[in-house]
């Protein structure tokens, strides 16, 4: 493996960036929030899953399951909106009904 010579991170270097970024600071801390959004409830799947199979599914309580379900459904689309809005607003993709067809059509063409 090779040896990093300086700095693995550079604080100087860090706030050389942010003086960059300034005019963009409000949609940077929209994408930092989001993306720890993001990440919360992409771990909050699994987990409402293993309570759905230990809880609700084992015991067949039914009523809880349809609860779960439901939030489960909820924490998808709560995801896939803000993956959406994402793609929309901030990368300027605003025609995206089908969000790679451009990307698919012009790797098909090689």
Known sequence: MAKVNGKVFDLK??????????PYRLTYYFVLLSAILLSVFSTLSPYLLKIVIDDYITPKDYDGLVFFSLLMLLN?????????????????ANDCKRPSGRIVSKTDSF
């Open 13 to 22: 270097l860090l706030g050389k960036l942010m003086d960059y970024s300034n």
């Open 76 to 92: 998808f689309r709560g995801r896939f909106s803000v993956h959406l809005y994402l793609l929309r607003e901030l990368v300027g």
